[in-house]
């Protein structure tokens, strides 16, 4: 149990670092290419939303877990 709840950590931290990679790329497109977002009149960050929700999501979903497995140690100790 303890080695799932570290991998989860990890996965957590994975996730953050994905969703901030992907938060730097939007931005440097919006920044080279601001023609784009002015024709379709978006902000920049639009185009990050949907990495924002499947970050949220990840999370969650691994706090859950986390959460169960900590209580299940509590449980046995």
Not at 4 to 13: K, Y
Not at 17 to 34: D, Q, S, T
Not at 59 to 77: A, F, G, M, N, S
Request: charged share 25%; proline share 4%.
């Amino acid at each position: 149990m303890e080695k799932l709840d570290r991998f989860l950590s990890v996965l957590m931290g994975s996730f953050f670092g994905v969703f901030i990679g992907n938060l730097v790329y939007y931005y440097y497109k919006y920044r080279r290419f601001p023609e784009i977002y002015a024709a379709r009149s978006a902000p920049w960050y639009y185009d990050a939303l949907p990495a924002l929700i499947l970050f949220l999501i990840a999370v969650i979903v691994c706090l859950i877990i986390k959460r169960h497995i900590r209580r299940k140690r509590q449980k046995t100790d």
